[in-house]
């Protein structure tokens, strides 16, 4: 079973400790859930985890082994980001595989189906609802089969049937083997789906 | 206040100067000071100096242009899709490299297109038709140009990824104007014109060592800046705002 460890992070912009001795450990196959009030540090946390941010103290190893010696893949979805907004949702996808050109065409259309959208939907991004666009944003995080699924919010402007899918998924990714992890103010989402709860307050785990 | 804002307010000071520059730097003048603020608001269309302006700021239209073009190219990145792009890549350094690769593929390709055109026009427009030398003079241009493209694009897209665009290209803009009215102005230390990127008078392309030289200081300039600019664009934190990926 591979591990997710979290070592002492500490993130410093300026004066403010946005993120203070965090420290934890996530493991494959299941789902963990992040919460916290707004500006607590759970986003600059995922952030951190991308390689986002440059972290001022501490480390992020994926099996026991830094980021760049490991190499996860990491699918993330990081609230209130955008995609390229002149381009279809399909062809934003297919732009962003090029980096690590793992998932075929076949692939992004598979992503693209289990959120519930068209991958022929020939509409550009910035023409797409904010639920599409939300969901559009979970299927790039998943298309390529990711080892750490990182999801801040993802149900945020999902409707009910919406809502189910996204679950569903994050279930389906955990049994597949991903290491998730969820960040989210709806106390039923993290009930019912994780197995494991850290809160976060001020940058610090309490 | 916002500190945004406030930074705004500030790029007026590059502006007077450059309105103000022989004024600054020259001999006293024989006015009282209210005719010459008065002149210097209302009245500046026979100065001297606007034409220096003027004629510096035409030779350097090109440059103007590809700013407003491509000064965004690589901070642009930074911005839409970035945590996507970001979160997939193990080091920022090879995007860096390739986006510093496709940056000096459209800096040259600008370059031989206005150089060419150029060429193009002037072979039409001679009467004797081009002589033995036209073939190196257009390519001591052509690496002049580029480089110049490349120095000033690169400074430009790392102002606009530290500032914002709008700040970042005016400001890049502003140095171009500077240099290009530096360059105009007779009596300035030749060392000092030397490393002006925006110094290439006629005259420097008749020694070839001299335009030699003139290359080597652009490359070791441009060197610098996209030393300096790697640096910042691969340790920045990317924080997108609302909307922006």
């Keep these: 079973m591979k591990k997710l460890e979290i070592i002492n992070l500490t993130k410093k912009i300026k004066a403010v400790t946005v993120l203070n001795h965090v420290s934890m450990e996530l493991e494959t196959g299941h789902i963990t859930g992040l919460v916290g009030d707004n500006g607590s540090g759970k986003t600059m946390l995922m952030r951190a985890i991308c390689g986002l941010i440059m972290p001022t ?33 399909y062809d934003n996808l297919k732009l962003i595989s090029r980096i ?12 693209i189906l289990r959120v519930g959208l068209d991958p022929d939907d020939r509409r550009v991004f910035r023409k797409y609802s904010l639920g599409m666009k939300q969901r ?11 080892d750490i699924l990182l999801l801040d919010e993802p149900t945020n402007a999902i409707d009910q049937e919406g809502v189910r899918k996204v679950h569903q ?19 039923i989402d993290i009930s019912n789906l994780c197995e494991k709860v850290f809160t976060m307050s001020h940058g610090e785990l309490i | 206040m916002r500190k945004k804002y406030l930074f705004r307010e500030l790029l007026v000071i590059p502006l007077v100067f450059l309105q103000s520059f022989l004024t600054v730097v020259g001999d006293k003048v024989p006015l009282p000071a209210e005719d010459m603020l008065l002149f210097s608001i209302a009245g500046r269309v026979s100065e001297e100096l606007v034409q220096a302006v003027i004629l510096a700021t035409d030779q350097m239209v090109f440059l103007l242009l590809f700013l407003l073009l491509f000064g965004d190219f690589l901070a642009e990145q930074l911005r839409t899709g970035a945590v ?33 055109l150029h060429a193009v026009v002037t072979v039409i427009a001679s009467e004797p ?39 970042g290209v005016v400001i890049c803009m502003g140095l171009t104007a500077i240099c290009a009215v530096l360059a105009a102005q007779p009596g300035i230390v030749s060392w000092i014109q030397m490393l002006n990127p925006a110094y290439y008078p006629i005259e420097l392309f008749s020694e070839r060592r001299e335009a030699l030289g003139k290359a080597g200081v652009l490359c070791i300039e441009t060197a610098i800046v996209s030393v300096a600019a790697g640096l910042y664009f691969c340790r920045k934190d990317i924080y997108p705002a609302d909307g922006e990926g």
């Design chain 1, 169 to 187: 998924i994050m279930q389906e990714e955990a049994a597949r083997g991903a290491i998730v992890l969820l960040a989210s103010h709806i106390s």
């Design chain 2, 84 to 116: 996507y792009q970001f979160s997939r890549m193990l080091s920022r350094r090879f995007w860096y490299y390739h986006q510093i690769g496709s940056f000096t593929g459209y800096s040259f390709g600008y370059a031989f297109l206005y150089v060419g």
């Design chain 1, 100 to 111: 690590r050109q793992t998932a075929s065409r076949q692939d992004i259309r598979d992503a």
């Design chain 1, 57 to 89: 103290s501490g480390k992020v190893l994926f099996d026991g082994r830094s980021r760049q010696d490991a190499d996860p893949t990491i699918g993330a979805m990081i609230e209130n980001t955008s995609l390229f907004p002149d381009m279809t949702g």
């Design chain 1, 136 to 146: 559009l944003i979970l299927a790039q995080s998943i298309m390529e089969k990711p």
């Design chain 2, 129 to 167: 038709g081009p002589g033995n030398g036209f073939f190196m003079i257009f390519v001591k241009l052509f690496c002049i140009v580029g480089l110049l493209l490349l120095l000033f694009g690169l400074l430009c897209n790392w102002l606009c990824s530290m500032t914002g665009v709008a700040p």
